[in-house]
């Protein structure tokens, strides 16, 4: 099993670009999310989804959007990328039970915005 | 919404020493406090997490402990190697009956362990 992946891993974009990142996942798990982690901020959870066909904003949700048309993938769009979308994005799935919920990670994409 | 402060931000200790790394939440209704380890350039991995209908859970040299009256968790790492140099998360959620809360999770800053040799 590949476990959680993400495409591409690096990008530069100038602003007022879009992209699309592609997160995809083939644990079968109902639970996905995209985070950004930037220097000193830890890990913040932008637009996450519970299952195929629904989203759902997170803690900073704001010049993204998402969808999951398929429940093994989950996109997350900059319609027009901003300097202050320069992150590192992770996208990570679960199956919460009994109390549990291990998220597993991808291995994340770089994202600089000139 | 729930709010997690994690202390210290960066840590240096010695081969052999213990290190300690403290968190405190805000929602008295958080019970799911999870620890996520990431070395440089990787990603993410849960190292250990505590329900909180426990006080205390360990995992060979990696413990964690729970104090629900004072709302803080603590992960404590004993004879420390240099391979457990890395950043580490402290996170709290909200796991409610049914899976209402989706799972959320609220990330601690994270702390900075750098072991020496």
């Known amino acids: 099993n590949a476990g959680v992946t993400q495409t591409p891993k690096f990008r530069v974009l100038k602003t007022g670009q879009s992209m699309t990142l592609l997160c995809a996942q083939d644990?079968?798990?109902?639970?996905m999310y995209w985070y950004r982690q930037d220097p000193g901020m830890g890990l913040r959870l932008i637009h996450y989804?519970?299952?195929?066909?629904?989203?759902a904003k997170g803690e900073v949700p704001d010049g993204y959007n998402v969808s999951r048309l398929k429940k093994q993938n989950f996109l997350l769009g900059l319609e027009s990328a901003a300097p202050s979308q320069t992150s590192v994005y992770f996208c990570?799935?679960?199956?919460?039970?009994?109390?549990?919920?291990?998220?597993?990670f991808g291995p994340g994409t770089r994202l600089t915005v000139l | 919404g729930e709010n997690v402060e994690q202390h210290p931000s960066t840590l240096s200790v010695q081969e052999g020493d213990s290190a300690v790394i403290k968190c405190t939440y805000s929602?008295?209704?958080?019970?799911?406090f999870p620890w996520y380890k990431q070395e440089l350039g990787k990603r993410p991995q849960l190292i250990i997490d505590?329900?909180?209908?426990?006080g205390e859970k360990k995992d060979q040299r990696i413990a964690v402990t729970l104090n629900k009256t004072a709302k803080h968790f603590s992960l404590h790492i004993t004879e420390t190697q240099p391979e457990d140099s890395a950043v580490y998360f402290c996170a709290a959620s909200i796991y409610g009956a049914g899976g209402t809360s989706y799972g959320k999770l609220t990330f601690g800053q994270g702390t900075i362990l750098t072991v020496h040799p």
């Open positions: 989804s519970v299952g195929e066909g629904t989203t």
């Open positions: 644990m079968n798990h109902e639970y």
């Open positions: 990570a799935s679960s199956f919460p039970r009994r109390g549990i919920n291990e998220q597993f």
């Open positions: 929602d008295s209704a958080s019970n799911y």
């Open positions: 505590i329900r909180s209908n426990v």
